[in-house]
């Protein structure tokens, strides 16, 4: 079964940092996919975070990141990260990874898997 899997959420102060990590089972995750990362508030749609091309070029979709969050990918362990810094209450959400062989997209509905999420609560 091909799926990508989410890890690393967790509960964290304001300031602090959470690296996310995006995995896959079932397919090996190089460039040949594009890999964006969603999140979703209580009560707010879905919304794009930031997407790696397969060229590794950075897609960011949320003006709110304001540089704090970086996407990386690191194929010899078929995971792709997302190191998140400065955090606020803002930035808590369930966080989503997803895998396309296409362009990035800031909707995860063009994205062929897509994983079940990971919480981040960011509190004091």
């Known amino acids: 079964q091909f799926e990508v899997v989410e890890s690393g959420g967790g509960s964290v102060q304001p300031g602090g940092s959470l690296r996310l990590s995006c995995a896959a089972s079932?397919?090996?995750?190089?460039?040949?996919?594009?890999i964006g990362w969603f999140r979703q508030a209580p009560g707010k749609e879905r919304e794009g975070v930031l997407c790696?091309?397969?060229?590794?070029?950075?897609?960011e979709y949320s003006g709110a990141l304001k540089g704090r969050f970086t996407i990386s990918r690191d194929n010899a362990k078929n995971t792709v990260y997302l190191q998140m810094n400065s955090l606020n209450a803002e930035d808590t959400a369930v966080y989503y990874c997803?895998?396309?062989?296409?362009?990035?997209?800031?909707?995860?509905?063009?994205?062929?898997?897509r994983g079940q999420g990971t919480q981040v609560t960011v509190s004091s």
């Open positions: 997803a895998a396309t062989r296409y362009g990035c997209s800031s909707l995860d509905s063009n994205y062929e898997y």
């Open positions: 079932g397919f090996t995750l190089d460039n040949n996919y594009a």
């Open positions: 790696i091309r397969r060229n590794d070029r950075i897609v």
